[in-house]
């Protein structure tokens, strides 16, 4: 998944007028993502505990803190992001985190 619109998503997820039925469906692009992403790496089984990884920290934020969750921007950049042929993890483009 390309980081810019990562960044959009987890945004839109965490605003209060996103309906549970789009944050839903933002959780299954983010998994589509992880899924795609280990097939052209020839990573088997290896999303299986990316997506339980994922799907905890993505629900478990929006139930209880969603506002927090484009501050995990790196987090869902390193499992959800396009990765170089042969990583087995994303590298974050900084450039789209916060900066205080």
Known sequence: MIQR???????EASNPSCTLQRQTEIGCLLTAAVAESDEQN?????????????????????????????TL??????????????????????TLTEQK
Do not use: H
């Not at 619109?5 to 945004?11: A, N, Q, T």
């Not at 990573?43 to 927090?68: A, C, H, K, M, W």
């Open 42 to 70: 020839d990573f088997e089984g290896r999303e299986d505990g990316l997506v339980g990884l994922l799907g905890q920290i993505y629900y478990s934020t929006l139930q209880n803190r969603p506002e927090l969750l484009p």
């Open 5 to 11: 619109e990562l960044k959009m998503f987890l945004k």
């Open 73 to 94: 921007f790196p987090v869902f950049a390193i499992i959800c992001g396009d990765r170089e042929k042969g990583s087995i993890i994303a590298d974050v483009d900084w």
